[in-house]
């Protein structure tokens, strides 16, 4: 994945860390993703709507 910007949030380093790692909050953050369920350390269940050309619809992942 590449990202590319930069974003100043009022709050401590701790605190941000802490909500990216939190499976909701990022579900909630991520274009397209429906839901993130955590299956065990560093896996996890993905639910995105994904539209690319003609195809559209929701799809499940494993990560």
């Known amino acids: ?9 009022n709050a401590p380093a701790e ?3 802490e909500m990216i790692m939190d499976p909701e ?3 909630k953050v991520t274009p397209g993703v ?3 369920e955590a299956l065990g ?3 996890y269940k993905a639910t995105s709507h994904i539209m690319m050309g003609a195809v ?3 799809f499940d992942g494993e990560m």
């Open 1 to 9: 994945m590449h990202l590319d910007g930069s974003h100043t949030l």
């Open 15 to 17: 605190a941000v860390w």
């Open 25 to 27: 909050v990022l579900a």
């Open 34 to 36: 429906k839901t993130l």
């Open 41 to 43: 350390d560093d896996k």
């Open 56 to 58: 559209n619809g929701l």
